[in-house]
């Protein structure tokens, strides 16, 4: 995992995962799988990169309920206060923080421009 205000972690969302599972495995040889110590969702699947040391990501089902998207993750110290510095710097909260089963806190944010990402917290670095 990188150092703090790294990317961590990558993630895409889609309404059609079998799709983007095909699509990814076949351009860039990507693998997914169910991983109960990244979520209990049995629809979010871990994306595995050509590169086995390098960054992991995520396939989540969004079952139409949201738009579709590919997005990076900042790995924070704490997500509710760079949410809050995301807002003082001219950005919104798209979907605000909350805890996954498994304990990682996210948020999704928008910048200034309308660009989409998240930033997360795994459980073991929670304030």
Not at 16 to 33: E, I
Not at 53 to 62: D, Q
Request: net charge negative.
């Amino acid at each position: 995992m990188p150092g703090f205000n790294g990317i961590g972690w990558f993630e895409i969302g889609t309404d059609d995962p079998a799709a983007a599972k095909r699509f990814y495995g076949d351009v860039f040889g990507w693998t997914a799988s169910h991983d109960d110590t990244k979520s209990t969702d049995p629809a979010y699947q871990v994306l595995t990169t050509g590169d086995a040391e390098g960054l992991h990501g995520g396939l989540f089902a969004t079952e139409g309920k949201m738009p579709g998207y590919a997005v990076f993750s900042v790995l924070v110290e704490d997500v509710e206060a760079a949410c809050r510095r995301a807002e003082e710097a001219g950005g919104q909260v798209q979907r605000a923080p909350q805890v996954n089963p498994v304990g990682v806190t996210f948020a999704h944010l928008l910048d200034p421009a309308g660009n989409h990402f998240s930033v997360f917290t795994p459980p073991s670095v929670r304030p």
